[in-house]
């Protein structure tokens, strides 16, 4: 089920000329829940089929925690620009994660835009983070 949110944002990737998969209910007929689109969303960056992803839900909680279940995902739930620009910086996030009932279009636009705008940050606080959290991936 698309909603204004998730319209929105996928038109705004296409207009900045990014290839946009589309995974869950965004897809007519596909009626999966919150905990497999999550998941599925953290896979495709995973196994390198995508760069990023982009994943919604109503709180955006439990998409996040699902994509954050997938060793090698970092999912980040973002409710602003900054927020997102900080998870790619100092989290090394590659999951941005939005609510759908709290995040008007116009926000998620920018949330997006601040996160693929953002690289990953190059210092060692960086790095050694980054490594602590790997680390946790592995046990």
Not at 53 to 61: D, E, L, Q
Not at 99 to 117: D, N, Y
Request: charge should be negative; aromatic fraction near 6%.
């Amino acid at each position: 089920m698309r909603q204004p949110i998730t319209d929105a944002v996928i038109a705004w990737l296409g207009e900045q000329g990014h290839e946009v998969s589309l995974i869950g209910p965004v897809v007519d007929g596909d009626d999966r829940e919150w905990a497999e689109v999550g998941g599925e969303t953290a896979r495709a960056v995973t196994t390198g089929a995508a760069d990023v992803a982009v994943g919604f839900c109503w709180s955006g909680t439990g998409v996040c925690i699902a994509a954050n279940k997938v060793a090698g995902a970092r999912a980040a739930l973002c409710g602003d620009a900054e927020t997102a620009r900080l998870s790619r910086k100092y989290n090394h996030a590659n999951v941005v994660v939005m609510s759908m009932r709290a995040t008007s279009p116009a926000v998620a636009i920018e949330i997006v835009e601040a996160f693929l705008a953002e690289p990953w940050g190059d210092d060692d606080f960086d790095h050694r983070n980054a490594a602590a959290v790997d680390a946790l991936d592995r046990g």
